[in-house]
C-alpha cells in the first residue's frame, strides 16, 4: 500500500508497505527503496492471511472521517472494453454517495460495485458529451431495475439556449425511453423510473448546487466545446474533492480547485498519438488534443498551480505505449502526486493519507441488496400512463392473434409461487382484473 501525507513543507511522503506496489506506480520521487526496507514485514508466514493492496469492494467499512473515490470510466468517447467513458463515484463516511459524469459504459462499472441503487441517486454532470452521460439512461433503466425505488436526482449545467442545457437533453432522454417505459410501467415497482432534474447557471463561479448532511458541492464554469460545461468542488468533513468534467485550462480552475485533497481534471492522448493511434490528421490531433482538451503538459501546468494533495490524470486510453507520452509530458511541468487514472482505481482519502489502489470486482453481479423494501406492479400506475400518453398499452388484437399456447408449462409455475408464498397468484386472464 502506498501512503501519501503532506507535511507542513508540502513536500509528499511516500511510505510503502508490504514491499507491495500499488496500482499506482507512476508517483513522483524515488524514495521507495528506504521505505520498503524499514517497513519490511518481520515474519512471511505459509499459512496465515497477510494484508492485501487490492480493493474488494464491500469488504471494507469507510471511516466517519473517510472519502473513497471508485473511477468507474475514464476512457474516451469510443468506449472499450477495458475502459468505460467519464465516471467518478465518490463515496463519503457520513454514508453519501455521488456521481460525477455517467459516461458510456460506466453503469457496467458501478453495477459491478455492488452498491444499492438507492444508494446512488445523486448524479452530477459536468456537460453533455455522450462521454460524459452516455451511460445515464443506463443508470437511470437499470438502477431501477435491480431495486432502486426513489426518483434519479441528476444536476446539470444550462447551456447558451434552452436547447443545450440539462433540463432539455434529459426531458429529451425520458421521452426517448417512453416505449421502454411504457413497456414495463404496471409489471414492477416503478417509483425508481422517475428522474429529478436540477439545471443550474453554467456561469456561476463557485456557486453552491448541492447543500446536505454535511456536503457542499460547487460548480464553477469550464471551457469546453461550447457554452454550457462545469467544473465541480466537493467539500466536506475538512476534505475536497474536485472533478474538472472536460475543459481547457481556465481560471475558474485555478481559483477554485486550490486546497484540494484529490483533483481529477481531464489529461488527453498526446498529439502524436492522436495521429498515429486515432488517426487523426495532424490539423484535428493538434486542435483536439491541445485546444478543444487539456494535453498532458497543460495539465502539469494546472496541477502545478493548484498544488492538490493528489492529482489524478484521466481521459486517454492507457495503454503500454501512449501511457510513457502522457506521463513524460506531465513531468515536464509538474512533479507532485500523481495518478494515471484506469478504470477501478480507488482512492481512500483522510486528511492524514491517500491510499491508491485498483479495484478487483466481480463480473457476474446481480442485483445489491436492497435499501429499501419493493413494492408490487401497481395496474393504477398502468392506467396513469396510459392516460398520459392517451394510448391503451394492451397488446392489439393482431398482436394477440399471434400468441402461441404455452399455458399447461406456465401454469404450474403460478401454482408453485402460491404455495411458496401462501398466497395466491391468479394465472393472467383467469381474471378479468389481474392488469395483464
Ligand atoms: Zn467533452
Ligand atoms: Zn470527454
Redesign the pocket.
Known amino acids: 500500500m502506498r501512503l501519501i501525507s503532506k507535511t507542513s513543507t508540502g513536500t509528499a511522503i511516500r511510505g510503502l508497505a508490504f514491499g507491495v506496489v500499488a496500482g499506482l506506480s507512476l508517483t513522483a520521487g524515488s524514495d521507495w527503496l528506504s521505505t520498503a526496507q524499514a517497513e519490511e514485514p518481520a515474519e512471511v508466514s505459509p499459512v496465515k492471511a497477510r494484508p492485501r493492496d487490492t480493493y474488494y469492494p464491500n469488504t471494507e467499512d469507510l471511516a466517519p472521517d473517510e472519502m473513497r473515490v471508485i473511477a468507474c470510466g475514464t476512457g474516451m ?1 469510443t468506449t472499450r472494453a477495458a475502459q468505460a ?2 465516471c467518478f463515484l465518490v463515496e463519503l463516511g457520513n454514508g453519501d454517495k455521488f456521481l460525477f459524469d455517467v ?1 458510456s459504459g460506466s453503469a457496467e462499472r458501478i453495477s459491478s460495485l455492488q452498491i444499492p441503487y438507492n444508494y446512488l441517486d445523486k448524479v452530477f454532470l459536468g456537460h453533455l ?1 455522450t ?2 452521460f452516455g451511460g445515464l439512461h443506463d443508470l437511470f433503466i437499470g438502477g431501477a431495475l435491480m431495486g432502486r425505488n426513489v426518483p434519479l436526482r441528476v444536476w446539470g449545467p444550462s447551456g447558451a439556449a434552452p436547447e443545450l442545457g440539462t433540463a432539455y437533453a434529459l426531458e429529451k432522454m425520458q421521452q426517448m425511453l417512453t416505449w421502454d417505459l411504457a413497456g414495463r410501467v404496471g409489471l414492477v415497482d416503478f417509483r425508481g423510473y422517475a428522474m429529478d432534474v436540477t439545471e443550474f447557471d453554467y456561469k456561476g463561479e463557485n456557486q453552491v448546487v448541492y447543500e446536505d448532511n454535511g456536503v457542499t458541492i460547487r460548480s464553477f464554469p469550464a471551457i469546453h466545446a461550447v457554452d454550457g460545461s462545469v467544473s465541480y468542488a466537493l467539500e466536506w468533513n475538512g476534505l475536497k474533492f474536485v472533478f474538472s468534467s ?1 475543459t481547457y485550462p481556465n481560471k475558474w480552475f485555478d481559483q477554485y480547485a486550490r486546497d484540494a485533497d484529490l483533483v481529477v481534471h ?1 489529461c488527453f492522448v498526446a498529439v502524436p498519438d492522436l495521429v498515429t493511434k486515432m488517426r487523426f490528421s495532424p490539423e484535428s490531433a493538434l486542435m483536439v488534443g491541445t485546444q478543444v482538451h487539456t494535453a498532458p503538459e497543460a495539465f502539469g501546468k494546472v496541477m502545478s498551480a493548484i498544488e492538490p494533495r493528489m492529482a489524478v490524470a484521466y ?1 486517454f486510453f492507457k495503454d503500454y505505449d501512449t501511457t510513457p507520452a502522457v506521463y513524460e509530458r506531465i513531468r515536464q511541468t509538474y512533479d507532485g502526486p500523481l495518478s494515471l487514472a484506469e478504470d477501478y482505481m480507488v482512492w481512500n482519502v483522510t486528511k492524514d493519507t491517500i491510499r491508491v489502489r485498483l479495484a478487483e470486482v466481480n463480473h457476474h453481479t446481480w442485483a445489491p441488496p436492497l435499501a429499501a423494501p419493493t413494492q408490487p406492479p401497481s395496474p393504477d400506475d398502468r392506467k396513469a400512463y396510459e392516460e398520459k400518453l392517451g394510448v391503451s398499452l394492451e397488446f392489439s388484437d393482431f398482436t394477440k392473434t399471434g400468441y402461441w399456447d404455452v399455458d399447461d408449462v406456465l401454469r404450474p409455475i403460478y401454482q408453485d409461487a402460491s404455495e411458496r408464498f401462501g398466497r395466491e397468484f391468479p394465472y393472467p386472464g383467469d381474471q378479468e382484473d389481474t392488469g395483464n
Do not use: K
Request: a negative charge; proline letters at 10%.
Open positions: 468517447p467513458a467519464a459516461g458529451h462521454d460524459h472536460d481531464e481521459h
